[in-house]
């Protein structure tokens, strides 16, 4: 409730370390780790109750909705936020680029063995 003014249970929160600007990001300007050359983005915390309650709202694996969560974390991360209509289009485009990429549709079930 602190954060966005929403008392109800969440699915996933994000906690950045940096503000970017997103599809702004640039190597040269944000302070990389010299030893070992990364980035930290800062903290994700994923409910993985309500990740298996959505997936199965959904109709698909709690898999795949986790790893839904973490690209949807991951852009908030990166400056990336969903407050207004434009936003919204913006973020759900590059979650889905993503997704895609990494061949999660919605219809793409784990093997959990």
Same mark, same amino acid.
């Not at 300007?29 to 903290?43: C, K, R, Y």
């Not at 839904?68 to 485009?93: K, N, Q």
């Given at each position: 409730? +602190?954060?966005?003014?929403? %008392?109800?249970?969440?699915? @996933?929160? $994000?906690? /950045? ?6 599809? &702004?990001?640039? &190597? #040269?300007?944000?302070?990389v780790d ?5 980035? /930290?983005?800062?903290?994700? !915390?994923? $409910?993985? #109750?309500? &990740?298996? =309650?959505? !997936? #199965?709202?959904?109709?698909? $694996? =709690?898999?795949?909705?986790? !790893?839904?969560?973490? @690209? ?8 990336? %936020?969903?407050?207004? #209509?434009?936003?919204? &289009? ?6 889905? +680029?993503?997704?895609? $990429? ?5 219809? @793409?079930?784990? %093997? !959990?063995?």
């Amino acid at each position: 409730m +602190d954060q966005r003014g929403i %008392d109800a249970p969440t699915d @996933v929160l $994000s906690f /950045p370390m940096f503000s970017f600007t997103p599809g &702004a990001f640039s &190597a #040269e300007t944000i302070p990389v780790d010299p030893d070992t050359n990364l980035l /930290p983005l800062g903290d994700i !915390a994923i $409910s993985l #109750e309500r &990740a298996r =309650a959505q !997936a #199965e709202e959904y109709g698909h $694996s =709690a898999e795949r909705e986790v !790893a839904y969560l973490t @690209v949807h974390s991951v852009l908030h991360l990166l400056g990336y %936020d969903h407050g207004s #209509e434009e936003d919204r &289009a913006r973020m759900r485009e590059r979650e889905e +680029d993503i997704l895609l $990429s990494l061949g999660l549709t919605r219809e @793409v079930e784990f %093997d !959990a063995g």
